[in-house]
């Protein structure tokens, strides 16, 4: 039996590791038993590398997950987050809410977030590089944030800022991206139930590498668009400039929609890496939200709004 993907897997079932790791030991023997027998070379079942082979939509390790990580202001290397994060405070921390907002306002995080719900999703995440995961975040629909915030009917689009502090953020200290990371949704797509402001990870405080204490996850969308350690959300409305588009605009648009039948510049994106995997997968349009999400986008040319 394959293990079909499920993307919204009720948090209230699975929160604690034990669970996690007694569900990936489940899928990891379903997947040797269907992949195993049929395509692997007994050998290298042999050579303990069964763990590495995966059913078509198992998670992605907690390990994986935290130490191969694009965090540019830890340093551009996947394994540096991990290790240049170690000593990342993020308690206190405060978020300023700007622009078009009923009542702009400095918060504490905690404050800001207070009493929002919640909830595990379980999400594909596709960086632009050509490699996959997939990741049970925690976390609470952007949504419901923006909903308690009350944008004025002048906001269009919502941006994201990264806290800008190169003493404990030295990646910032390199002029590899214009700082601090910028990205920003149009409100429809921000209010798209999928768009989640992610605090934690298999059901644990989302760690430094990861963005904590509060990062963006926008599931149909390349990993770019969804920026780490947030301290500022602005509403605007004209469509803000943002760090990837800024620093090469012909190979990161605005919108960043996966789309297999959209190349980057220098590389497919028709295919994907999902970590822990050999061989490549198709890459889904939309990575697998169109149900959820095409909608916002009839009628456009998703080539030209790459
Ligand atoms: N946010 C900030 N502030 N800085 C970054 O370098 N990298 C982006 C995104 N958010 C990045 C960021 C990219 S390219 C990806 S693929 C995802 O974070 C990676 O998230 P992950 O490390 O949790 O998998």
């Known amino acids: 039996m394959l293990f079909k993907f499920k993307p919204e897997i009720p948090s209230s079932e699975i929160t604690d590791e034990k669970l996690y790791n007694n569900r990936r030991q489940f899928l990891k023997v379903g997947a040797m038993a269907t992949i195993g027998g049929s395509l692997l070379p007994s050998s290298v079942l042999a050579a303990g590398r069964a763990a590495f082979f995966k059913g078509p939509d198992d998670l992605t390790p907690y390990e994986v997950v935290t130490s191969y990580n694009n965090f540019y202001e830890f340093g551009t290397g996947k394994d540096e987050p991990k290790k240049n994060a170690t000593r990342f405070k993020t308690d206190p921390w405060k978020v300023s809410v700007e622009g078009e907002v009923e009542k702009p306002q400095v918060w504490d995080l905690d404050e800001l977030i207070d009493g929002l719900a919640t909830q595990e999703k379980v999400y594909r995440h596709r960086c632009v590089?050509?490699?996959?995961?997939?990741?049970?975040?925690?976390?609470?629909?952007?949504k419901d944030l923006i909903t308690r915030l009350k944008p004025t009917a002048k906001a269009k689009f919502v941006e994201f800022t990264t806290l800008h502090d190169s003493r404990r953020m030295p990646g910032q200290l390199s002029p590899v991206l214009q700082w601090p990371y910028v990205e920003a949704l149009r409100l429809d797509e921000a209010m798209n139930p999928l768009t989640l402001m992610v605090t934690g990870v298999y059901g644990k405080k989302l760690p430094p590498q990861?963005?904590?204490?509060?990062?963006?996850?926008?599931?149909?969308?390349?990993?770019?668009?969804?920026?780490?350690?947030i301290v500022k959300i602005r509403f605007t409305e004209k469509q803000p400039r943002t760090t990837w588009n800024i620093a090469i605009p012909r190979e990161y648009g605005f919108y960043a929609n996966v789309n297999p039948k959209v190349d980057h510049p220098r590389w497919t994106q028709a295919k994907e890496r999902r970590l822990g995997?050999?061989?490549?997968?198709?890459?889904?349009?939309?990575?697998?939200?169109?149900?959820e999400v095409e909608k916002l986008y009839a009628g456009m040319d998703l080539r030209k709004n790459y």
Do not use: C, H, Q
């Open 210 to 229: 990861n963005g904590a204490p509060i990062r963006l996850i926008i599931p149909w969308k390349y990993g770019f668009k969804g920026g780490k350690s």
């Open 277 to 291: 995997e050999f061989t490549r997968r198709d890459t889904l349009m939309f990575n697998g939200y169109t149900a």
């Open 129 to 142: 590089e050509g490699w996959s995961m997939v990741v049970p975040w925690n976390g609470f629909p952007l």
